[in-house]
């Protein structure tokens, strides 16, 4: 652990020496340490009232047959999903949520003016950038509502990695999953939550994570964590160079329709803001043909391992909504996420080599025909 730390602190920005923690731990404490009563109960109600609508409706269905439940045709599977709604609404109910969807300007006006007229909110968490278009909330305006109106703010630089943006200054707490390309050998896990010393809640939240602490990180673990980090800062300069490299061979194509990058994204400024001096705009891009069959040839032809993971050493190549929203695209659609978007992550390979994958996938494309 202390390694892993000492690491982190070399490549610049983790200014706290907070033990290590995963995401799911962070969430539990911050549901812990935040959340009021009132909030509890309010998702308790939320959760129960689910439960009676789902054995309503079984028993409904079960009533109107007249017969037992293996008759009426709703099935295990039925019962298994709707428990499984209710479980994730009660887990989203849990916490307040101070914006959703795009995270864009609009969307932050719209919390102003509930500020404004007395709504409270307990903690604003966001990514940044955005998983999977790309865009960056504006953190400095967040920052100034956080301290306006009382509330934290948790970003997850997950995407953005510490050497090419340093976010800490705007938030309470940053997370970031070193699973990804702090590690990149994609054979360990591991999380990371950095308070900032500086913020309003620095104190309690300091004291809270020392008592939450439990050191149960796996020896190897650390050890591998450790070991796949020493080149982070050079690996990140390499995969920024390969991702504008393979921007550059989609933005320049006819079939291809958008790319979305943080350094093409409207919210480019707000990524600025928080860019590190010689950082760059990170390893992860998305983009969209105006055709999905031009889509479908070009993934299966891409030479470039497939998957749905990020932050890999190697490039990976993800169907992202086709994977993570399959069975709510008109919903991922009402955010402006296309289902055919292909989402790259990008890796460590030779540019030259990468670019050419790239172009011989989008070759393929090509002979699908218009
Ligand atoms: C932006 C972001 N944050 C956090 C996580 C969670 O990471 P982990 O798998 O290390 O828990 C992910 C995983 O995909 C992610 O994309």
Redesign the pocket.
């Known amino acids: 652990m202390k390694c892993l730390w000492k690491n982190a602190r070399h490549v610049g920005y983790m200014t706290d020496g907070s033990p290590n923690f995963?995401?799911?731990a962070l969430q539990m404490f911050l549901s812990h340490f935040r959340l009021s009563e009132k909030t509890m109960d309010l998702a308790w109600e939320v959760f129960d009232y689910r439960r009676r609508r789902q054995s309503e409706l079984i028993y409904k269905r079960i009533g109107v047959s007249g017969e037992k439940e293996q008759k009426t045709g709703v099935s295990l599977r039925e019962i298994y999903d709707m428990e499984t709604k209710a479980i994730q609404y009660r887990a989203e109910a849990r916490y307040d949520k101070g914006i959703e969807g795009h995270g864009s300007s609009e969307e932050l006006d719209d919390l102003e003016t509930r500020l404004k007229g007395g709504e409270r909110y307990l903690a604003l968490f966001c990514?940044f950038p955005g998983?999977s278009m790309l865009k960056c909330p504006d953190l400095k305006r967040i920052k100034r509502l956080a301290d306006a109106y009382d509330f934290a703010v948790v970003v997850?630089e997950?995407?953005g990695n510490s050497i090419d943006v340093h976010v800490l200054p705007h938030a309470d707490v940053v997370?970031?999953?070193?699973?990804?390309i702090f590690s990149g050998d994609c054979n360990v896990?591991?999380?990371s939550a950095i308070l900032n010393p500086q913020g309003r809640y620095y104190q309690q939240l300091k004291s809270a994570f020392e008592a939450d602490y439990e050191d149960n990180y796996w020896a190897e673990d650390i050890m591998f964590m450790e070991r796949n980090s020493r080149d982070f800062v050079t690996r990140i300069k390499k995969i920024n160079d390969n991702a504008e490299a393979i921007c550059s061979v989609l933005q320049g194509h006819a079939l291809v329709k958008e790319v979305y990058y943080p350094k093409y994204s409207p919210t480019k400024q707000f990524y600025d803001d928080c860019r590190t001096p010689a950082g760059g705009y990170g390893g992860l891009l998305s983009f969209t043909f105006h055709k999905k069959n031009h889509a479908v040839a070009f993934f299966d032809r891409i030479e470039t391992t497939k998957g749905p993971?990020?932050g890999t050493n190697f490039t990976l190549t993800s169907p992202y909504v086709l994977l993570a929203h399959y069975r709510e695209f008109d919903w991922a659609a009402g955010f402006g996420v296309p289902a055919d978007l292909l989402r790259i992550s990008v890796g460590v390979e030779d540019e030259e080599d990468l670019k050419s994958r790239f172009a011989t996938a989008l070759k393929a494309a090509e002979a699908v025909g218009l």
Not at 175 to 180: F, G, P
């Open positions: 995963s995401l799911a990514e998983n997850d997950t995407i997370v970031s999953s070193l699973t990804k896990m591991g999380g993971s990020l």
